[in-house]
């Protein structure tokens, strides 16, 4: 199974492909957690990154596309795999195809930019294993201290007001046309995003089955 998870920046995707990647099995691949991880051991993509996320904006295509390329070619993504955050252009989803790369389905994560702001501000991360919390729809057990590992939970430097806004205006202007482009291929499916983790969960196993 080859899936996308499409939305704008806070819609839910990597919440949501925890689920898919133990339901199904498959790894999901998050460009923004490879970046994340590079810009914290200062790797030659992490240097070229870090800036563009800073700000808010999308890294280059050449980059990512690298990048990609090389996850989807690890051992774990044979059998299948969640693409998270990738593609987030044109040229992205257009990389993908020349490499041969067959996409099952699209999901598409739909919340309003309101919702968006909302999830964001109060997104808090572990700064130790990276797992995401909320500090009112998913609250850790202790204040600011992550119930995985016991790290500390901080907040992700592109969640500053700022920075969300930037990251939003990205979204719509680069990668909203990806609709269009997975609808006309008949592989995108609309998942109303803005309610609960677990009817949205429900959503995407609904139309996951459909596939099998
Ligand atoms: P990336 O890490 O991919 O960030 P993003 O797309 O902005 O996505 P997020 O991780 O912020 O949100 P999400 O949709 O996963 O939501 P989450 O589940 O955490 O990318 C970061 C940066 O890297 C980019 O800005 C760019 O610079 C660069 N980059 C990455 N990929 C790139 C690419 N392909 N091309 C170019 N540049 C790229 O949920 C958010 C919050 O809401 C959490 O607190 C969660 O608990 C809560 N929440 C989730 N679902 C619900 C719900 N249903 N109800 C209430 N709260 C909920």
């Known amino acids: 199974m080859k899936l996308i998870l499409l939305g704008a920046p806070g819609a839910g995707k990597g919440t949501q492909a925890e689920f898919i990647e133990k339901k199904y099995d498959i790894p999901s691949l998050s460009t923004g957690n490879i970046l994340r991880e590079a810009v914290k051991n200062g790797t030659p993509v992490g240097l070229k990154a870090k800036a563009y996320m800073d700000a808010g904006g999308l890294v280059p295509d050449d980059v990512i596309i ?12 044979q059998k299948g795999f969640i693409l998270d955050g990738v593609p987030r252009t044109l040229a992205q989803a257009e990389a993908l195809e020349s490499m041969g790369v067959d996409i099952d389905l699209v999901l598409d994560i739909e919340v309003s930019d309101e919702n968006i702001i909302e999830r964001l501000s109060g997104r808090r991360v572990c700064e130790k294993c990276g797992a995401s919390y909320h500090t009112v729809f998913k609250p850790s057990q202790k204040p600011e201290v992550c119930d995985r590992c016991g790290g500390r939970l901080i907040i992700r430097k592109d969640d ?12 719509h202007e680069q990668t909203e046309p990806l609709i269009d482009f997975y609808k006309q291929r008949g592989k995108l499916v609309e998942i109303e995003g803005s309610y609960s983790v677990e009817k949205t969960t429900e959503r995407i196993f609904q139309a996951l089955e459909a596939l099998r």
């Open 160 to 171: 500053e007001p700022e920075t969300i806004k930037a990251r939003l205006a990205a979204y």
């Open 66 to 77: 690298g990048v990609i390329k090389e996850r989807m070619q690890a051992p774990d993504a």
